[in-house]
C-alpha cells in the first residue's frame, strides 16, 4: 500500500508563508488527493484537493486565494502553499489519498483511506 511522508510546517507569525510537502511512496495521480488540517477540540475539515490526474483543484473558501496546492509527478509529491497565514490557520495538517473518493465526496474526511502522518503549523499573532 502506497505511504504518505510529510515534511514542512512549524512555528511562524502571522502573514508568514510556509510550505507542506507529502511524498508518496508509489504513484498516486489516478485518485483524489487532499488536504486537511484539525485544530485542536475540532473536526478535521478539508483545506484543498487534487480531482483524479489533478484535472481541477478545489480549495476551502477560508484559504482560496492564501493558499495553493501543487504537485511533481515525476517526485510522487503534492504541495501546499500557504501564504497570508492567520493564527486560524494553526493545526495539524494531514494529506491524504482516497481510493473510493468521487467528486461529491471530495471535501469529507471520512471517504479517504491513506493519510499522512501529519504536521503541525502553528501560527502566533
Known amino acids: 500500500q502506497v505511504q504518505l511522508v510529510q515534511s514542512g510546517g512549524g512555528l511562524v507569525q502571522a502573514g508568514d508563508s510556509l510550505r507542506l510537502s507529502c511524498a508518496a511512496s508509489?504513484?498516486?495521480?489516478?485518485?483524489?488527493i487532499g488536504w486537511f488540517r484539525q485544530a485542536s477540540g475540532n473536526e478535521r475539515e478539508f483545506v484543498a484537493g487534487?480531482?483524479?490526474?489533478?484535472?481541477?483543484?478545489n480549495y476551502a473558501d477560508s484559504v482560496k486565494g492564501r493558499f495553493t496546492a501543487s504537485r511533481d509527478t515525476a517526485k510522487n509529491t503534492v504541495y501546499l502553499q500557504m501564504n497570508s497565514l492567520k493564527p486560524d490557520d494553526t493545526a495539524v495538517y494531514f494529506c491524504?489519498?482516497?481510493?473510493?473518493?468521487?467528486?461529491?465526496?471530495?471535501?469529507?474526511?471520512?471517504?479517504?483511506?491513506?493519510w499522512g502522518q501529519g504536521t503541525q503549523v502553528t501560527v502566533s499573532s
Open positions: 508509489g504513484r498516486i495521480w489516478s485518485y483524489y
Open positions: 491524504a489519498v482516497g481510493t473510493r473518493v468521487i467528486m461529491s465526496t471530495m471535501r469529507r474526511s471520512e471517504f479517504y483511506d491513506i
Open positions: 487534487f480531482s483524479r490526474g489533478a484535472s481541477s483543484i
